[in-house]
């Protein structure tokens, strides 16, 4: 596969986190597909030369007088598209990865254009700061969401910002990022022996998106003799501009760190503060965890897909007053959260530049293949909802699910147990994922509840097989979960070659569950191929599974509901 990947973030501007995705992206990238990487260069600074993450270097050329902003847009987008065309010629890429707005538009007209949206540019301002400039860039924003061929965000928080842009005109897939989880360490311990305890903020010095000032007030609420006492260090790293109103008395000098300087900064930090209002991702917030810190973090903003409370982190309000009576508790409970360290330790580690890569894959394949519909299908942004609901649910509810899939699965194989060696077989559920597979490697177990190894759980909607892929199909729990049946249905018709082989909960539904279909008319509205509602041909089953279901099964055109009851 070759991938065209654009950005406006060179790989060597480290600060912000843009240019650390376009080096570690890409360079993990090559490893799974011939990839080209084009910098648009929009800066006043040097052109940069081509390096080892940047292929080709283009800035734009001005040739006509353009004074309104719009012109200047457009002039932009035509210098870069005439820079272009050779590149798209000699390569001809299969996916175009266009990596933030100012990138879409020369390639607004190109098939397959991927989009990933890491910051979205009408919630970073404020009423003040309106101007022509700005309602263009919001136009070139609305104009990559609604035509591109599928939009990536990076954090629930940040789909719904999409959404509201877009006006609800594109379906943003929520993909996991990556972090170099192998460059931070801890030197928490060495501080803790010379009763030290440092307190940290990392990043701008800017208050309405980051809320650094509430960070600032809280401390100075301490008070000098609370610091003294506790032996504690309060930290500000990062660069901007601070209130010169605000007393920072009660904190280090204010520093801008880079490099290894940055990583021993976070090292050396046993509570790290992230007050921010607005945020898309937080990566700063993964960077902390990484680092073995104590992180308290603002809910409900994109830090809500690695920060759970309670077991990897504390939460603070946007509130100075009552920031400060976490941060007290938090300085004076310090030694009782080492768990929660642990917990975020190992949270980080689950973010590998592997996984955020095989993410992407997964969607440029489908894109190649022509599947834009059955992506938006399952991916929309109710399939999040769905998903947080599943994971908000009780462990007792969760335990009970994969107990009921497990021996509902068990029974079929069981059944089927002579005929599995000469068939390729998938079994689909909703949160059951067998440690090993005693019924041999042609079975293979899918959840549609869980992250697979690609960083998002698979969904029969749009089910990541080929045609034919397996002869069998069992679905035993996943059914309960979908959003489109009438498309996960076709979805599991053309990847099974035979049969289909359907298990569906019958009476009390799960906290998760989208809908009920109890009835033999349930099944007869989602599809009008012919059926057969008699009981010839049908699986015997030699257990009885645990619980009342109904069986739908598909063989090449016909289509048979299986209405027992089991006990």
Sequence with gaps: MRILFVTTEHPGYLYGGLGTFTREYVRELRKHADVKCVYFHLQDAPLPQPDLTVDYVIAPEHIFEAFSPEARILEVASSFRSQLEPILKSFRPDVIHCNDRQTFLPFRFEKNVFYSSHLIFTDLLTSNTLNDLYFQEVKV??????????????????????????GGRCTPVVLPLGLNVEKFYSNKRKNRKDGILNVSYFGRFEDVQKGVNDFILAVNQLGPKFKQRNKVRFHLYGKGFIDPGLNLDLFEKPQFLEGNDLYEAYADSDIVVMPSRYEPFGLTGLEAMASGSLLLVAPGLGMDMYAEPGRNCLTIPNNSFEMSKILRDAILDYDKYSLLQDNAVATAKEWTWERCVKS????????????????????????????????????????????????????????????????????????????????????????????????????????????????????????????????????????????????????????????????????????????????????????????????????????????????
């Design 141 to 166: 924003e609305r104009c990559a969401l609604e035509n591109s061929s599928i939009v990536a965000a990076y954090s629930d928080f940040s789909a719904k910002s999409v959404l509201k842009v877009a």
């Design 360 to 567: 992407h894959m997964y969607i440029y394949r489908q894109i190649c293949a022509q599947r834009i519909p059955q992506l938006a299908s399952a991916y929309r942004i109710e399939e999040r909802e769905v998903l947080d609901s599943y994971k908000k649910s009780n462990d007792v509810e969760k335990i009970h699910c994969a107990e009921m899939e497990r021996i509902s699965s068990s029974c079929v194989l069981d059944a089927i147990k002579n005929e599995i060696p000469g068939k390729r077989i998938l079994v689909v559920t909703g949160n059951y994922e067998p440690e090993d597979i005693s019924f041999g490697k042609n079975v293979k177990f899918v959840s549609v509840l869980n992250d697979s190894q690609e960083g998002i759980p698979v969904r029969m909607e749009c089910l990541p097989f080929r045609n034919n892929q397996f002869d069998e199909i069992i679905v035993a729990g996943g059914w309960e979960s979908v959003l489109d049946p009438c498309g996960a249905l076709m979805e599991l018709e053309r990847v099974a070659k035979d049969s289909v082989l359907i298990l569906y909960k019958k009476g009390q539904p799960y906290s998760w569950q989208t809908f009920q279909m109890e009835r033999e008319k349930d099944w007869k509205i989602i599809n009008s191929s012919k059926w057969i509602c008699d009981f010839n041909n049908h699986i015997v089953m030699e257990k009885t599974v645990p619980y009342g279901a109904v069986f739908y099964k598909y063989s090449g055109n016909n289509q048979e509901v299986l209405s027992e009851n089991f006990a």
